[in-house]
T-cell receptor, first 114, second 113 residues
């Protein structure tokens, strides 16, 4: 398996534009997580899905953020409208829910909003 | 207050030397504690995992310890190499059906020749 695949790797956009980040989890995993990482706050959980169903979205900053998981092999994180303070690295991770299963991370998407 | 605190925030060590990173957590009860290594520009990768009943776990030159009574863990790097330059993140998984991991902010390690 190629691991968790995220796209794009880098995104530069103007304030106010819509941004869509994409994630393909590892085949067979049934939990998917979206994280945001900044120097100040480290890794923060935004939302996670079990079996394609959002379980905990309390980390989503505000209504400008939305996430979907239409099937077991694809998820999106959308920011609309984007703001400069959204600039960060966004990671997607997947795991098999249960016990001490390891969460495997993608390479991340570095988002810069100017 | 963050449930996982790591120290030092950053350190610089000479190649070949040892170092120890600290993790204090308040998550209780917990299922397991992992140390992840995150290279610059990449996602975190798991180094070690310890359950509540384990005291130590090694992975090559990396040795993690756990004291569940004091809620402390450490990661010891032996004979550091330039490739050890990375951020090391302590992650605690709570028990129960909650899949919400608690992350520390990481220890940034720079190994210099």
């Amino acid at each position: 398996d190629a691991g968790v695949i995220q796209s794009p790797r880098h995104e530069v956009t103007e304030m106010g534009q819509e941004v869509t980040l994409r994630c393909k989890p590892i085949s067979g995993h049934n939990s998917l997580f979206w994280y945001r990482q900044t120097m100040m706050r480290g890794l923060e959980l935004l939302i996670y899905f079990n079996n394609n169903v959002p379980i905990d979205d309390s980390g989503m900053p505000e209504d400008r953020f939305s996430a979907k998981m239409p099937n077991a092999s694809f998820s999106t994180l959308k920011i609309q409208p984007s703001e400069p303070r959204d600039s960060a690295v966004y990671f997607c991770a997947s795991t098999y829910f249960g016990g001490g299963a390891e969460a495997f991370f993608g390479q991340g998407t570095r988002l810069t909003v100017v | 207050k963050n449930q996982v605190e790591q120290s030092p925030q950053s350190l610089i060590i000479l190649e070949g030397k040892n170092c120890t990173l600290q993790c204090n957590y308040t998550v209780s009860p917990f299922s397991n504690l992992r140390w992840y290594k995150q290279d610059t520009g990449r996602g975190p990768v798991s180094l070690t995992i310890m359950t509540f009943s384990e005291n130590t776990k090694s992975n090559g030159r990396y040795t993690a310890t756990l004291d569940a009574d004091t809620k402390q863990s450490s990661l010891h790097i032996t004979a550091s190499q330039l490739s050890d330059s990375a951020s090391y993140i302590c992650v605690v998984r709570p028990t129960g059906g909650n899949n919400r991991l608690a992350f520390g902010k990481g220890n940034q390690v720079v190994v210099i020749p």
